[in-house]
């Protein structure tokens, strides 16, 4: 029965395995070029690097015929550094080492990120396969062919040389390195390297000096980072290390705290990182000879000497030489010679390491800083010619600006005169149009309206001559229609007086005149206005007075003034008219004895020149200033206590 089953299970492993195969096959097939092929085995094999090893190997010997058939040696060298990268996931560190260096030998030379991307790779390899000098040398290649200006693997290539660096002792420049890397780590927000560089810091800062605790807050800030990921063996190495801290500084009991806190949780048992437990181990030894535990002190080197014989040679050196110390406090010479022995040859093949790779080290990085030197000379070099250029371009192009900018201007204002030109010839056929409209229109309101007006004005005058009798109703409604149509009669004057005047056809006919004579006329056709108003109105004149001037003119001037002081002037008040000679020049005035004019009047008749009537109720005083200045006289508009008054002035 158990046969069966277990066969069952194959057979089904079997069907599975090649439905996964069909699946990846097909998903092959839609690949057109070894680009997408290469992105198809990037996906699947970081999948499934540690939950389906098979499906990520088969995936990578589906896709290898297609990639190598490209003969495309940059897509070639991609899909060998994803095979090494899929064994470094795996912890095969051999096997990704001889995949990253199978991929440098397709990459191509022009590919300089790509390259260095492959030697950092190769650093962390031979890290872990303890070749410390190998990975300073990879890693000092990797920081040659990445650009300066690499944000994601410069840091990261900085930080696996602190570790490096750390392993070869060379303590102050794995703190240098792995600070560099934290500062690129912070502002982009990486929690996981950020907690490794605190952790490099922290130990460089553990060996460069133990008498503070700036070590153990490294570690502690690193333990916090990884707390926020919930990265359980990350947290384990950071205890540790705080423990080693602590004894390094003396504080026994908290180091042996933490290191027991490590081992009593078994965190350790399942680690792919091989020295891990060894160093615990040995730590511990170390803590126990401290509390003077001899016992728990000999316990914990014998299980580090054991498990590091083939996993580090420094923590090899340090267990030989704790047994060595305990052997030889027991009195045991043979056993703490044999153990001195082994401690010497660790030290001194260890030494000869760090020795070594510490000459490479300070060569290596002379010659990065030079080379670093060198690019940023190039770069500004390559800056000043690039501001050069862009400086002689600039000026092109405002000289290129300014000319298109003038011609635009003088097709902008040639386009305006020819518009102008049209508007104008358009506007002026216009206002031709419109005078002879006007013109039409006066000839009609002169012969059309006058008429009738002056001859209804005369029929209404013979009418009470005739000796008829009228009711009172019938001769308030004719007075009332006379003194109507005796206004109608006198806007009409004023207006053919301003249009002819706007026309330009207004002449003046200038004549001996009798003043008194034209003034009675006036007060003939005012005199109808009076009573409804209960007004009265006065005239001053000297006997026998004439002067020569247009009778017309004049008499449209007395009866505009005349007009305006009854209109502003108060019922039951008297209006002067008042004319006399002044030093060869005819002075007439008109007084009201009300209130007088309104300031807002007054303000714009001092101001003629810019006055244009809106109605006419304004035409009167326009004609009055415009009349006054064909005569050469002028106008002046004053108030005084009893009213005010308007003195036209004619020389």
Not at 44 to 60: E, F, P, Y
Not at 380 to 400: R, T
Not at 513 to 534: A, F, G, K, W, Y
Not at 638 to 650: D, F, K, L, M, T
Request: proline letters at 2%.
């Amino acid at each position: 029965m158990k046969f069966l089953t277990s066969l069952l299970f194959l057979l089904l492993s079997l069907v599975g395995y090649a439905q996964s195969q069909d699946t990846l096959v097909m998903w092959a097939d839609t690949c057109s070029s070894a680009e997408e092929l290469n992105s198809l085995v990037s996906k699947v094999v970081r999948r499934n690097a540690w939950s389906n090893l098979d499906r990520a190997h088969a995936m990578i010997a589906i896709a290898k015929p297609g990639v190598f058939a490209s003969e495309d040696s940059t897509e070639i060298g991609t899909f060998l550094r994803e095979h090494g990268i899929l064994h470094a996931i795996r912890q095969d560190h051999d096997s990704a080492k001889h995949w990253f260096e199978q991929a440098l030998l397709w990459q191509p030379k022009s590919d300089s990120g790509d390259i260095g991307y492959l030697y950092r790779n190769l650093c962390v390899a031979h890290r872990q396969l303890e070749n410390y000098s190998s990975s300073l040398n990879s890693g000092y290649l990797a920081l040659r062919y990445l650009d300066v200006k690499d944000s994601v693997m410069r840091p990261l290539t900085y930080l696996e040389m602190a570790k490096t660096l750390y392993k070869l002792q060379d303590y102050e420049l794995s703190y240098e390195y792995a600070q560099k890397s934290l500062d690129y780590f912070e502002s982009t927000g990486d929690l996981y390297n950020q907690s490794s560089a605190n952790n490099s810091i922290g130990l460089a800062l553990m060996e460069l000096d133990t008498m503070t605790n700036a070590s153990i807050q490294a570690f502690r800030k690193s333990n916090s980072v990884k707390a926020l990921m919930s990265d359980t063996m990350s947290i384990v190495v950071s205890l540790a290390n705080i423990g080693i801290s602590h004894y390094q500084l003396g504080n026994n009991d908290s180091a042996l705290y933490y290191l027991k806190l490590v081992e009593s949780k078994q965190w350790l048992d399942q680690t792919p990182y091989p020295f891990m437990l060894p160093m615990l181990q040995v730590n511990l030894s170390s803590t126990y000879m401290s509390l003077d535990n001899w016992q728990e002190a000999e316990r914990y080197a014998k299980l580090a000497y054991e498990g590091s014989k083939d996993a580090s040679t420094f923590v090899f050196q340090r267990a030989c030489h704790n047994l060595y110390k305990v052997y030889n406090r027991r009195g045991d010479v043979e056993k703490a010679l044999s153990y001195y022995v082994q401690f010497h040859k660790a030290y001194e093949k260890n030494i000869k390491v760090s020795n070594d790779a510490r000459l490479i080290t300070n060569e290596q990085d002379v010659r990065e800083q030079m080379r670093v030197l060198q690019l940023e000379m190039l770069q500004k070099e390559h800056l000043l010619e690039k501001a050069e250029n862009e400086k002689q371009l600039k000026w092109l192009y405002i000289g290129l600006g300014v000319l298109v900018f003038l011609v635009l201007t003088l097709l902008q204002m040639y386009a305006l005169m020819l518009k102008k030109r049209r508007v104008s010839q358009e506007a002026l056929l216009r206002l031709n149009q419109l005078d002879d409209a006007k013109n039409r229109l006066f000839s009609i309101i002169g012969h059309d309206l006058r008429g009738p007006i002056g001859n209804s004005l005369f029929l209404l005058k013979e009418i009470p001559q005739r000796g008829d009798k009228l009711s009172a109703d019938s001769a308030d409604i004719m007075e009332n229609v006379r003194q109507g149509l005796a206004e109608v009669n006198g806007l009409l004057e004023n207006l053919l007086i301003w249009a002819k005047d706007q026309a330009t056809e207004l002449k003046l006919t200038k004549t001996e005149v009798n003043i008194n004579s034209v003034v009675h006329q006036c007060e003939q056709i005012m005199t109808p206005l009076l009573p409804n108003r209960r007004m009265k109105m006065s005239c001053a004149i000297d006997e026998g007075l004439t002067w020569n001037i247009d009778p017309n003119a004049y008499s449209t001037i007395i009866r505009n003034l005349v007009s305006n002081a009854l209109k502003y002037a108060p019922t039951d008040s008297e209006v002067v008219v008042s004319i006399h000679v002044e030093e060869g020049v005819l002075i007439t005035r008109v007084k009201d004895s009300g209130p007088g004019i309104p300031r807002e009047v007054l303000d714009q008749l001092k101001n003629l020149k810019e006055y244009r009537p809106d109605t006419s109720k304004g035409m009167g005083l326009y004609l009055v200033y415009m009349l006054t200045k064909e005569h050469g006289g002028d106008i002046e508009v004053a108030a005084c206590e009893e009213g005010s008054y308007v003195e036209v002035r004619i020389p």
